[in-house]
C-alpha cells in the first residue's frame, strides 16, 4: 500500500473523567483520552451504532491506530471497508484501560481499579451523552484482540444487558493452557530479583529499552492483579501469585481464583450461557500458530458452545499470535452489519 493508497480516518479525541478509577490502588491517571473513529457522514445530527475496540495486554486504545509501513491501522481499515460498501457506517470507540502492570484485563480489582465498571457504567453513558449514537443495546458491540478479546467475551458474558455483539480475537482462555506454561519462565525471573516484585517491577520500569525476555513475569503480575488480588498489601506486591516461587508448584486456592475468570469455565454456568445466547453475534477465531495455546483454548469454547445451543461463528486462520490486527477486517463488517439493523 503507498502513501497515497492509504485512507485517513477521521479521529478525535475525548478526555473522560473517570471517575470510577480515582483513588485507585496504582495511582494511574483516572481521567483517560479515547481516541474515537467517526464514521463519514456522521454530522452530529444523525445517529449511528457503537463498536468498542478493546486492546491487548500492555496497549491502549490508541495503538489501534499505530501506523505500519504498508498495513492499514483498525480505523483506515473501517474506512476503507465503509467506502467500498462492505461495511455498514459506525462509531468505534477505543478505550485507555492501561495500569502500571501493563492492563486491567478489563475487570473490578481490588489491586488495579474498577475497569469493568468504568467501561460498562462510566464510558458507555458517556459516549451516549457526548456523541450521536444509537443509545440501545442492539446498537453497541465488543471487539478486541488477546486481552481484548477476553475481555469482550467476558464482558458481554456478564453484562449481558449492554452488547448485542461481539469479536473476539485470539482471547485468552483455557488458563491451564495459556498461562501455566508461562509459571516456570515467571519463577526464574522472579528469582533472579530476589523473589520481590517491587524490585523486579522497579528495574523493568526504569530500564530505557524493556528486557522481552522478562515479559512473561510481567504478564503473570498483570493477571494476578486481576484475578488474584491482595487488598491486604500495598502496591507493587498487592497480589498472590498462582504458584510458589520457589518450587513453581500451583496454589490451588489462588488458581481456582483464577480458573473463576476462565471463559471455558464461565461457559459452564447457565447464567453465562443465558447471556451468549441472548447476543444477536458472537463470533471468535485463533491463528493456528498461537504461541500462547489459544487456539485449543478456542477450540475448546466452541466445542462447548455448540454442545448447550449457543449460536456462533468461529474461524481460525494460519497465523502466530502477534500482528494479526488484520483479522478485524472480517469481524468488522459483521459487527456492523448486526447492530446497524
Partial sequence: MTRAERTYPRIIELDIPGITLAGNPLNDPSERRIPVYLPPSYDGKKRFPVIYLLAGFASTGASFMNFSFGRQSVPEMAAALIAEGKMQETIMVMPDCMTRYGGSQYVDSAATGNYETYLVDELVPCIDRTLCTLAARKHRALAGKSSGGFGALRLA?????????????????????????????????????????????????????????????????????????????????????????????????????????????????????????????????????????????????????????????????????????????????????????
Fill in 157 to 341: 458474558m456478564k453484562h449481558p444487558d449492554q452488547f448485542a455483539a461481539i469479536a473476539c480475537h485470539s482471547g485468552d482462555m483455557c488458563f491451564e493452557l495459556c498461562y501455566k506454561p508461562n509459571f516456570p519462565a515467571a519463577a526464574k525471573i522472579l528469582e533472579h530479583y530476589q523473589g520481590s516484585i517491587a524490585n523486579f517491577l522497579g528495574a523493568y520500569e526504569n530500564a530505557l529499552k524493556k528486557p522481552q525476555k522478562e515479559f512473561a513475569l510481567l504478564d503473570l503480575i498483570a493477571m494476578a492483579a486481576a484475578y488474584s488480588p491482595d487488598s491486604g498489601k500495598v502496591a507493587p506486591e498487592n497480589m498472590r501469585l498462582p504458584f510458589n516461587p520457589y518450587t513453581c508448584e500451583p496454589i490451588s486456592e489462588i488458581w481456582n481464583e483464577w480458573l473463576s475468570f476462565d471463559p471455558v469455565e464461565m461457559i459452564e454456568h447457565e447464567e453465562y450461557r443465558d447471556a451468549l445466547r441472548s447476543l444477536d453475534l458472537l463470533f471468535l477465531d485463533c491463528g493456528t500458530l498461537d504461541e500462547y495455546n489459544l487456539q485449543f483454548g478456542n477450540r475448546i469454547f466452541s466445542a462447548k458452545a455448540e454442545r448447550y445451543a449457543i449460536a456462533h461463528r468461529y474461524e481460525e486462520f494460519m497465523d502466530s499470535h502477534s500482528n494479526t490486527s488484520y483479522r478485524f477486517n472480517v469481524s468488522l463488517p459483521a459487527l456492523s452489519a448486526v447492530i446497524a439493523e
